[in-house]
């Protein structure tokens, strides 16, 4: 029994992971095609769409209006993508409640552990995923609502591009608690549970004891970068938040279970 409880408690991980990669992927699409439709509404691809409607119009029909055409079929895509990217978060959401169900049917080390393999797993795609999309628009007399620029934004990519930028302050604090210490925290955790046994295990106990207080830091870190990065472009006009952010959150939120459940463990070996 319990090596059936250790092939399902793998299988869902596995399950996890997949459809946080999958995920991944329609989040990457979706981000890509409204970079195209960014580039195809910027005043030179209005422009051109007038001109084309200018052309179909004179034409009666015969010529097609390909600017037209084209922004149709990336708009079908971006929905597409976008539909499907939620739809396997919720999928990934749903898989990790079951797991958090089965995980009572396991051992206390066993169920922490399971718990802290689906930490990291929610905090890498929290870290690699987007979780802004920035868009600027302008409406301009005869070509109409124009795009200025576009932007897509995650935690690692948003980290080079302020350093790039010089922000050396904003890039360091955000790496360090929002990726360095995370991570740490995590694999620390993980390395915990499979030494428990340890004497020196025992002097963690108090570190855990002392982690909760800080357990929201990530999210009041993150809540900063998201302020920051809207303020830092004065004239954004929609700001869309992605799926980078649902993960880092659900990392969070496992993460202070795993702490506290790890706690116990600890607290269980020593009694």
């Known amino acids: ?27 990457k699409s979706y981000e890509s095609s409204t970079s195209e439709i960014a580039s195809v509404c910027d ?8 001109i084309d409607t200018f052309t179909t119009i004179i034409s009666l029909g015969l010529v097609k209006n390909e600017h037209k055409t084209i922004l149709k079929k990336l ?9 499907k990217s939620k739809q396997y978060l919720y999928y990934f959401i749903a898989t990790l409640g079951m797991l958090l169900l089965f995980s009572f049917s396991c ?27 920035v868009t600027i628009h302008k409406q301009v007399e005869y070509l109409g609502d124009v795009i200025l620029s576009f932007e897509s934004k995650g935690i690692i990519g948003s980290i080079i591009k302020l350093f790039d930028n010089g922000e ?24 915990t549970l499979f030494f428990h046994q340890h004497p020196w295990s025992r002097g963690l106990v108090l570190f855990f004891k002392q982690i909760g207080k800080w357990s929201m830091i990530d999210v009041f ?34 993460s202070m279970v795993t702490a506290i459940q790890t706690q116990k463990v600890l607290e269980e070996k020593q009694a």
């Not at 869902?12 to 329609?26: D, N, P």
């Not at 005043?43 to 007038?50: C, E, F």
């Open 1 to 27: 029994m319990q090596h059936l409880r250790k092939l399902i408690i793998l299988i869902l991980l596995f399950i996890l992971s997949y459809f946080g990669y999958v995920t991944y992927q329609y989040a």
């Open 43 to 50: 005043a030179n691809g209005l422009a051109s769409g007038k």
């Open 75 to 83: 708009k079908t895509k971006q929905l597409d993508m976008k539909q």
């Open 107 to 133: 051992s206390l080390r066993g169920a922490t552990l399971s718990l802290s393999f689906a930490t990291f797993i929610s905090l890498i795609y929290g870290l690699i995923n987007p979780i802004l999309m």
């Open 168 to 191: 050396l302050a904003v890039a360091i604090t955000i790496f360090l608690f929002s990726v360095l210490l995370p991570v740490l925290k995590t694999l620390t955790l993980t390395f």
């Open 221 to 254: 870190v993150v809540a900063t970068f998201l302020v920051y990065l809207t303020s830092n472009n004065g004239g954004v006009s929609h700001a869309e938040i992605q799926a980078g952010l649902y993960f880092f959150l659900i990392y969070v939120l496992l």
